[in-house]
C-alpha cells in the first residue's frame, strides 16, 4: 500500500517540506543498501538520541519494520482508512 501511494500522498500534503521530501529505503529505491526501509528524507538534521534508544528495545523484540533511522530523515508510515463506506 505504501509504495503504491506514498508519492501522490507526499505530493498532495499542504505542508511544503512533505511536499518536496525524497521517499527513501528499500520499499521506495532498488538499489537501497543503507537499511532504511521506509523514510522521507526532510533535510531536517534534528537529534534522534532519545528515539533511537527507544527503537533499539523495539529491534531487539523483533517488532520493528521500518528500517533505520538515518541523518536528515523520518519514517514513513501510511495506512488505508476507511471513511463511511469508503477505502483511502
Given amino acids: 500500500f505504501s509504495d503504491e501511494h506514498a508519492k ?13 521530501a525524497q521517499l527513501r529505503g528499500t520499499l521506495f ?3 537501497c ?3 532504511a526501509i521506509s523514510s522521507v528524507f526532510t533535510e531536517f ?3 534522534h538520541t ?6 533499539r528495545q523495539y529491534k531487539k523484540r523483533g517488532q520493528w519494520c521500518l528500517g533505520e533511522l538515518l541523518n536528515g ?13 469508503e477505502s483511502y
Fill in 50 to 55: 532519545e528515539p533511537l534508544a527507544v527503537l
Fill in 8 to 20: 501522490g500522498i507526499l505530493e498532495s500534503s499542504p505542508i511544503s517540506y512533505l511536499k518536496a
Fill in 29 to 31: 529505491q532498488d538499489n
Fill in 45 to 47: 538534521y534534528v537529534n
Fill in 33 to 35: 543498501d543503507n537499511k
Fill in 73 to 85: 530523515h523520518e519514517f514513513l508510515a501510511i495506512f488505508p482508512i476507511t471513511v463511511g463506506l
